[in-house]
């Protein structure tokens, strides 16, 4: 029910910053959760980091200290502020949201998804 669009990906060389928004289209954010997953060619879908309506967040290892994730309540979106990019970066970038409790970390466990926007990170 919830339709979420992506933007802000490219092309930028190692340790440039980029910032991805998700915002949702027809409709405000309803779900507990909005969640950055990336898939790299060949590699499962993972998640990057995840914001809940109450503020808490999570971040996945590799990106602690330069991915930063936030919500624009005026604008209804949802950001990630990427740092520091490493070309391990490159990825399809997806947002997702999720009405389970706590943060989901699987894929499976969030609804509604963008369509993903490409991030290539040169070395």
């Known amino acids: 029910q919830v339709q979420l669009v992506e933007s802000g990906g490219g092309l930028v060389q190692a340790g440039g910053s980029l910032r991805l928004s998700c915002a949702a289209s027809g409709r405000t954010f309803s779900s507990s959760t909005v969640g950055w997953f990336r898939q790299a060619p060949g590699k499962e879908r993972q998640l990057v980091a995840a914001l809940k309506w109450s503020g808490r967040t999570f971040y996945t290892d590799s990106v602690k200290g330069r991915f930063t994730i936030s919500r624009d309540n005026a604008k209804n979106t949802v950001d990630l502020q990427m740092n520091s990019l490493k070309p391990e970066d490159t990825a399809v970038y997806y947002c997702?949201?999720?009405?389970?409790?706590?943060?989901?970390?699987?894929?499976?466990?969030?609804?509604?998804w963008g369509q993903g926007t490409q991030v290539t990170v040169s070395s």
């Open positions: 997702a949201s999720s009405d389970r409790g706590g943060i989901p970390t699987v894929s499976n466990l969030y609804d509604y």
